[in-house]
């Protein structure tokens, strides 16, 4: 699978982040071992798993592949996971590559031609695919058709090939990147939203038992409410909190456990971060607490801006730390009471403007 799930200058910058919903190197193989493999193990979700669920069973009756889905969200937020749970259900492959690995028109014919019927192929970060590749995409997905060229230089010539039906899975962190006339060729968009604690609970206590690390209730809850809404990072954090339980505690997971862990790695009860703090702290300290644009909160923060908008600012925004308006992003009462900041009323006003 791909390692990298945004472009490398932004992956690099995270990769000291325990919270940061972007896959690490080393999350790799517990992604193996943690990654639900059926549409009832994958917590959460409910709505889109039971629609999911219609399609499948619609499609299997009709004997027909499934039709082009489209999964949109944060990082780790379990698309990737879907992508393998549908070939599951369908009992069928699954072929995984990214955006930026597929460099061009040929490499994605040779993915094409090695599809079976039915068979599920995977594009992670499809808002990252040039221009050229995306266009050879569309009669592939719409007519199984492509064109190859065949011969060299004036004995070239374009030769159409069939291929056989297949499901294009897509993810997108961006769907505002996307072209429009792209994301009309998906027969199905779902939006995966961050979960709920309750959900998240479940996840934890679903990888302790995969682990083999006990671990109760109390604890399980105090993970997953410092895990910003994001399955990966409860995940990560969970590890985390095995070994602190392994070397200072008795070995099991409990709040108390939880609450060193979080502690040690900086993570506050509303998991944020080091690196979610010092965004605030900059609008607020050197921007008056905003509106400013997302570029130059990137630039003070010197990271990709890529990073800024994919990494730390939704769940920022989900939660209701940063606010965003025409004229860029504002710090809400709830960052200034957060860190312990008085906030004067008149700044409520800015924030609508
Ligand atoms: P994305 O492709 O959106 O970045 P992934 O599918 O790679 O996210 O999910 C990251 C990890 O989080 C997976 O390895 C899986 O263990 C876990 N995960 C994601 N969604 C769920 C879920 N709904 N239930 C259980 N585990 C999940």
Known sequence: ??????????AAAEVDRVLAPLLHADDERFDRLFRPKTLDDFVGQEKHKHNL?????AAKKRGEPLDHILLCGPPG???TTLAYVLGAEMGVNVTVTSGPAVEHKGSLSS???RLQRGDVLFIDEIHRLSAVVEESLYPAIEDFRIDVMMGDGAFAESVPIDLKPFTLVAATTRTGLLTKPLQERFGVTLR?????VEDLTRIVLRSARLLGVPCDEAGATALAERSRGTPRVANRLLRRARDFAEIEGSGGIDRAIVDIACERLEVD???L????RRL????????????????TIAAALAEPRDTVEDVYEPYLLQQGFLGRTPRGRVATRRAYEHLGLPWAESRGQKSLF
């Open 1 to 10: 699978m791909a390692a990298k799930k945004l472009n490398p200058d932004a």
């Open 53 to 57: 669920r219609v399609f499948v069973e």
């Open 77 to 79: 937020l379990g698309k």
């Open 111 to 113: 993915l094409f031609t």
């Open 192 to 196: 995966l939203d961050f979960y709920p």
């Open 269 to 271: 009860r509303a998991g």
């Open 273 to 276: 971060d080091e690196m979610d």
């Open 280 to 295: 605030l702290r900059t609008l607020i300290d050197h921007y008056d607490g905003g509106p400013v644009g997302v570029e």
